[in-house]
């Protein structure tokens, strides 16, 4: 049996919920990050769930299964890199699931540079990795799944913060 790796698949546009439907029935693991916001109109306020990287959803599977993925209707086409489909590291999916479970809002003390790569110690993103910049007047954990050129960022204390060695 071949080995499965994780791909970013490009869907229509607003089209994630139905891209996740679809590749779900062809009983293929997937992945879809959302996020609940609370949306304002005119005349009342409701929460609503969107995915938080649009026009993107994430499988894990073997190159048949990616080929089968491609076939519903709601996708468009595997993220590629020189012309072949472009696999992401387990961690960088896991990061980002660590960083979605979140849901305090936490802070990382002066201390730390921005640039700085760490990893976080404890907590709930506990063994998440990532690159403080600032934003805000406040220094922030990124978490970047690099192939798709996007960052999701979370407030994170000093002490549940580690500095990594680079070599």
Known sequence: MKEKKWFALYTKPRHEFKAEMEISAFDIENYLPKITRLKQWSDRKKKVTEP???GYIFIKADEKERYQSLQAKAVLNCVAFKGKPASIPEFQIENLRKMIEGESELFI???IQVGTKVKVASGPFEG????VYNADNYKMLAITIDLLNRSVSVRLPAQSVIKLNEK
């Open 128 to 131: 998440v990795e990532g690159v």
């Open 109 to 111: 003390s002066n201390q």
């Open 52 to 54: 938080l990287i649009r």
